[in-house]
């Protein structure tokens, strides 16, 4: 279950928080307040970083329960792993796409 | 030094005035068009090669699918013919917001939104009758991974039509807003596009070939 919430979650994360930017964007213009978009790329980076810590912790304890039938150790290993780098992948894009936030005026058309 | 070498240069500079250039622009002159078009070559790639990686299992095995029936046509075809009518609106959408058209774009952006509503239930019912899981074997990790590709695409256009139709009913507006639109409508043409042959790959081809 962590692997699959990491796999699924992560990535959508990462789409609420596009769309959500795109939207306070103009707002973050009118009031000239940036604060609303750097407060939701946090958010959103905590949660993907959390899965991200979850799905490696899943892959290490996968490692470690090695004895178990073999089809379901390499389902739950793979999962994992795929989990890993799909929500570390995420967390990278939210901070890219923060940067971007950081830099750049909530002005430019 | 000569005489004409000391005389001074006039040297006239070229001004343009931007403010009175327009911010925004549709198709081509749009950095939002070029972008969407860049996505939809990234991601027509990805699914060329994993139809690619498809095919190649099918030529490692004897019989196809292997181990496997091939997945049930209903749901799969429903998709298709509620794709290929989702055109219309989204063309009429498309159109509408080249216009300016505020209430054809929150009328065309409804109606889009309950197509893509439609597809993603209708998709979750095609889940259900694969006649594999993505576990099974290649073949069906290579189905679960083409059909969840495909299913990325669909939601996340259907994520972005959801917030810009919102943004329309709320605003704030202006009309680079419009612009959005018309690329949005550009992108769920490639979602339809690209779901026939993916179709055809995975519903027909078992069958016919």
Redesign the interface.
């Known amino acids: 279950m962590t692997q699959w919430l990491s796999i699924v979650v992560a990535?959508l994360v990462f789409?609420?928080n596009l769309?959500l930017a795109?939207?306070l964007v103009?707002?973050a213009c009118?009031t000239q307040r940036t604060a609303p978009l750097h407060a939701t790329s946090a958010v959103a980076l905590a949660i993907v970083v959390a899965a991200a810590l979850l799905a490696w912790r899943a892959l290490r304890t996968s490692d470690a329960s090695a004895g178990t039938a073999r089809?379901d150790f390499a389902?739950r290993r793979f999962l994992s792993c795929i989990g890993a780098w799909v929500s570390t992948l995420a967390a990278l894009a939210i901070v890219l796409q923060w940067a971007a936030q950081a830099v750049l005026s909530p002005c430019i058309? | 030094m000569t005489a004409a070498a000391a005389t001074p240069i006039a040297v006239q500079r070229v001004a343009v005035d931007a403010a009175r250039l327009p911010?925004?622009a549709f198709g081509h002159q749009s950095v939002m068009w070029w972008g969407t078009v860049g996505i939809m070559a990234i991601e027509g790639t990805a699914f060329a090669l994993t139809v690619f990686m498809y095919f190649y299992v099918w030529t490692r095995v004897d019989a196809w699918p292997p181990d496997a029936l091939p997945p049930e046509l209903r749901w799969g075809t429903l998709n298709v013919a509620i794709l290929l009518a989702s055109v219309l609106p989204n063309y009429y959408t498309k159109r509408a917001a080249e216009r300016y058209d505020l209430r054809g774009v929150r009328i065309g952006m409804v109606v889009c939104l309950l197509f893509g509503a439609a597809f993603i239930a209708v998709r979750a019912l095609e889940f259900t009758t694969l006649n594999v899981s993505w576990?099974t074997n290649a073949y069906g990790s290579a189905v679960y991974l083409l059909l969840g590709l495909h299913t990325?695409h669909l939601?996340?256009d259907v994520?972005?039509t959801a917030?810009l139709g919102?943004?329309m009913f709320t605003g704030?507006l202006?009309r680079?807003r419009f612009v959005d639109v018309s690329e949005n409508a550009l992108y769920w043409n490639f979602v339809v596009a690209a779901w026939l042959p993916i179709y055809a790959v995975l519903y027909l081809m078992p069958r016919w070939l």
Do not use: I, K
């Open positions: 990535p789409l609420a769309s795109y939207a103009p707002l009118q089809d389902d058309a | 911010n925004h576990d990325t939601v996340t994520a972005d917030v919102t943004l704030p202006d680079s």
